[in-house]
């Protein structure tokens, strides 16, 4: 059973409100949108239909939780299809901003790619487990500390599917 914490209008409110303030924040600037895979990828779409601006897309594998694990593991990273970022802004979206450590990794390899700038992006920031000493430049929902599914997130491969966040029941 899965409760619902964040509902769907919440979310579409929440990334419609995200897509105009990037609209108006890179107006006229060479953009790309870099989705972590694979929780983003639901992000990742919806975000990229309300920027009304041209941009660019790629994807970045990274990977801490795996299995039924509810806690990160050894961070994995797969760069081999990042497109050429050089000059341009980067955005770098992902489901969830828990310990950051994810993120800081992230973004160390990708400043490397000499970037314009670099702003990480989230649907969510834990920030009562955040291990780093920087916060998500943009989020749509702060949240508790809670294991959740949902809108790209997961629990063992399922769950992803569904269009809001929930917390699953013990």
């Known amino acids: ?4 914490r964040i509902s769907t209008e919440q979310i579409d409110a929440a990334v419609t409100a995200l897509g105009q303030r ?6 006229g600037r060479p953009l790309t949108i870099l989705g972590v895979l694979t929780g983003s990828v639901m992000l990742v779409c919806d975000l990229m239909r309300r920027i009304e601006l041209p941009h660019q897309l790629g994807m970045i ?9 509810t806690s990160p593991g050894e961070l994995i990273l797969n760069t081999e299809f990042l497109p050429n970022l050089r000059g341009r802004d980067v955005l770098l979206v992902d489901d969830i901003f828990d310990t950051g450590r994810t993120m800081a990794a992230l973004l160390h390899v990708i400043r490397q790619k000499e970037p314009a700038s670099v702003r990480s992006v ?7 487990r955040s291990q780093v000493d920087f916060a998500p430049d943009y989020y749509c929902f702060e949240i508790p500390d809670e294991f959740v599914v949902g809108y790209g997130l997961d629990f063992n491969g ?7 966040i929930g917390v699953l029941d013990e």
């Open 158 to 164: 399922e769950y992803r599917h569904l269009p809001y």
């Open 1 to 4: 059973m899965v409760r619902t």
């Open 122 to 128: 989230t649907l969510l920031w834990k920030r009562v």
């Open 22 to 27: 990037i609209t108006a924040e890179y107006a």
């Open 61 to 69: 594998q990274a990977s801490s939780y795996r299995g039924t694990a």
